[in-house]
């Protein structure tokens, strides 16, 4: 019964930075959540993910991005620094029970996804 719901996509240039939000709702703590990314055309990329109080990057935005929980714990969020055009794509908030189904892409939960956009 979780659904996710992310939000703070947009259009942005190259160098600048933007932070997503995934609120989630009927969500426990311990929950493994991260986010995953897609292009049109293209698998879904695993991006970062917080899980047993452990971080996990890929490594295309490692030293750029950064994962985190709310106060709440019921919301996470994707901090982006340095965003390159090769980060434009559909960025989903997911939630799983482990980090191993996590990247292995079989996740419990997805959101609707929101937009990012980055020009040159």
């Known amino acids: 019964q979780v659904q996710l719901v992310e939000s703070g996509g947009g259009l942005v240039q190259a160098g600048d930075s933007l932070r997503l939000s995934c609120a989630a709702s009927g969500y426990f703590s311990s929950y493994t959540m991260g986010w995953f990314r897609q292009t049109p055309g293209k698998e879904r990329e695993f991006v970062a993910a917080l899980s047993g109080g452990l971080i996990y990057y890929a490594d295309s935005v490692k030293g750029r991005f950064t994962i985190s929980r709310g106060s709440a714990k019921n919301w996470v969020y994707l901090q982006m620094h340095s965003l390159k055009p090769e980060d434009t794509a559909v960025y989903y908030c997911?939630?799983?029970?482990?980090?191993?189904?996590?990247?292995?892409?079989?996740?419990?939960?997805w959101g609707q996804g929101t937009q990012v956009t980055v020009s040159s």
């Open positions: 997911a939630a799983a029970s482990t980090i191993a189904t996590m990247k292995s892409g079989d996740n419990d939960y």
